[in-house]
């Protein structure tokens, strides 16, 4: 996104020597928005990929909960990145983020991204926090993590590439 913020600080450059509405969209802000939607079309992509990996048990119950929230947010997603485009590709102040209509602006953005924010805080705190890990105190040994199948079982009867589960055994130090 570095190169976002490129386009965004070129726009701005630009926009001290313009005498018309500054308001406008200009070519760097409508290449800034090319990249923005190219990075939603990825990030969808990548949403898709992972879903379908979702049908072939590759997941525990904790992953598949934190694969929920870009299930749910996909389309609040899509509205916030749509409002953008349609100023962009129109030029009408109405849809412009600053000067234009409030409503637009409360239901294409303000909602759609309390939405997003909201469904991602509970996905993520349904998911048990990972364990702390301890100190060595002493000689009595400290907690490593390992697979299961570095201990010479299968997991769970299923092929090892699919179903690496982790857990902590003690390992005693030297």
Same mark, same amino acid.
């Given at each position: 996104m570095l190169f976002d913020?490129?386009?965004?600080?070129?726009?701005?450059?630009?926009?001290?020597? +313009?005498?018309?509405?500054? $308001? #406008?969209?200009? !070519?760097?802000?409508?290449?800034?928005?090319?990249? /923005?939607?190219?990075?939603?079309?990825?990030?969808?992509?990548?949403?898709?990929?992972?879903?379908?990996?979702?049908?072939r048990h590759l997941y525990g119950p904790e992953e598949r909960r934190l694969l929920l929230a870009p299930a749910i947010c996909t389309l609040?997603?899509?509205? +916030?990145?749509?409002?953008? $485009? #349609?100023?962009? !590709?129109?030029?009408?102040?109405?849809?412009?983020? /600053?000067?234009?209509?409030?409503f637009v602006y409360l239901f294409m953005i303000l909602i759609p991204e309390v939405i997003i924010i909201a469904v991602s805080i509970w996905c993520i705190r349904g998911v048990e926090p990972l364990p702390k890990e301890r100190k060595n105190t002493g000689g009595e040994g400290h907690l490593e993590l390992s697979s299961s199948a570095s201990h010479g079982r299968p997991p769970s009867g299923q092929d090892p590439p699919q179903q690496e589960r982790y857990q902590l055994r003690r390992r005693a130090t030297p």
């Open positions: 913020l490129g386009l965004s600080i070129g726009g701005y450059v630009t926009m001290a020597g +313009r005498k018309d509405n500054v $308001l #406008i969209p200009t !070519g760097w802000t409508i290449a800034s928005s090319v990249v /923005v939607a190219f990075v939603f079309c990825y990030t969808v992509a990548l949403f898709v990929y992972f879903w379908l990996g979702r049908s609040p997603l899509l509205v +916030r990145h749509v409002e953008p $485009l #349609i100023f962009v !590709g129109t030029a009408d102040l109405f849809w412009n983020q /600053v000067v234009g209509n409030g």
